[in-house]
């Protein structure tokens, strides 16, 4: 597939995978320090192959050298001791499922992605050199992923059911932190 953009940048080439898995955002009169720009993004997203990760190309010559087109989380990289718990907790507890994609062959150690939204968990199973032991006992006061969900009341009951211990959001909202058979701290915010 080849799209054709005015200005500096003339092609781009796409694999045939992603074709079925792409959009596009205009984004015009983007603020900056120096006043007001014209900016084109394209934004090109897959979940088919590893060719496919985010990808941010301004098109219209403006650089601005502190500006590095952050755009979200690719992945959250996760310690594991054993990959099959983990799987057990990741994929039949919370429903998560594997991307087949990504390269677990062509790294030293054994490890798994995994799809949360269009974001990834990338778990690897390797010494882990924090304490397990002495964390807090809630995963909001200890470092975290967060984790967009529709049910808290929905992920309490499976927790409850599976014996998994969790703390609610000690602020009200809806929100329940657990940790995972390693110790790594999850946080489950419900969003509407």
């Not at 952050?70 to 057990?88: A, F, R, T, Y």
């Not at 967009?148 to 409850?160: E, G, M, P, Q, Y």
């Amino acid at each position: 597939m080849r799209l054709h953009f005015p200005g500096q940048l003339n092609r781009m080439s796409f694999s045939p995978n992603l074709r079925n898995a792409m959009f596009f955002e205009k984004n015009n009169l983007v603020r900056r320090g120096d006043g007001t720009k014209r900016k084109w993004h394209a934004l090109i997203k897959s979940q088919l192959s590893v060719e496919g990760d985010l990808l941010l190309k301004e098109l219209d010559g403006h650089h601005d050298k502190k500006d590095i087109g952050v755009v979200g989380i690719h992945h959250v990289g996760l310690l594991c001791q054993n990959l099959e718990s983990s799987l057990d907790f990741y994929k039949n507890l919370l429903g998560l499922e594997i991307n087949e994609a990504r390269p677990n062959d062509k790294l030293p150690y054994r490890g798994a992605w995994l799809w949360v939204g269009s974001e990834m968990i990338h778990l690897m199973e390797l010494p882990n050199p924090d304490p397990i032991t002495g964390r807090p006992e809630h995963g909001g006061r200890d470092r975290h992923a967060c984790i967009a969900i529709r049910s808290v009341s929905t992920l309490k009951a499976i927790f409850d059911r599976a014996g998994i211990p969790y703390t609610l959001s000690r602020s009200g909202r809806p929100a329940i932190f657990a940790r995972d058979p390693d110790g790594n701290a999850l946080e489950f915010t419900q969003i509407d």
